[in-house]
């Protein structure tokens, strides 16, 4: 059975950081990806990685801030979130996928139970 288990988010002062993790079970993924939705809007892509190369890919609203990591070993995936600000609040999702479009959540066959991030001003 697949499962995507996160963990990590929270609230934090603007200016902070936190780390998600997204823990894989059942499988191996071509490529993993973190989406965010606040309220009232759609889900938007934040960032994926691929599995065995590693390529990375971030939306333009947190690169430079945002940073993806994996451990194969563990078969999870990491989100670092630096230098935080009220408009990256939101239920962070982890997805997986194995293959389709980066940025398209229905592309993403597997999704883990959404991790809140609450960044106060």
């Known amino acids: 059975q697949v499962q995507l288990v996160e963990s990590g988010g929270g609230l934090v002062q603007a200016g902070g950081s936190l780390r998600l993790s997204c823990a894989a079970s059942?499988?191996?993924?071509?490529?993993m990806a973190w989406f965010r939705q606040a309220p009232g809007k759609e889900r938007d892509f934040v960032a994926a990685?691929?599995?065995?190369?590693?390529?990375?890919d971030y939306a333009d609203s947190v690169k430079g801030r945002f940073t993806l990591s994996r451990d194969n070993a563990k078969n999870t995936m990491y989100l670092q979130m630096n230098s935080l600000k009220p408009e990256d609040t939101a239920v962070y999702y982890c997805?997986?996928?194995?293959?389709?479009?980066?940025?398209?959540?229905?592309?993403?066959?597997?999704w883990g139970q959404g991790s809140q991030v609450t960044v106060s001003s």
């Open positions: 997805a997986a996928v194995g293959g389709g479009s980066w940025h398209r959540p229905s592309d993403y066959a597997y």
């Open positions: 059942g499988r191996t993924f071509y490529r």
């Open positions: 990685i691929t599995w065995n190369s590693g390529s990375e």
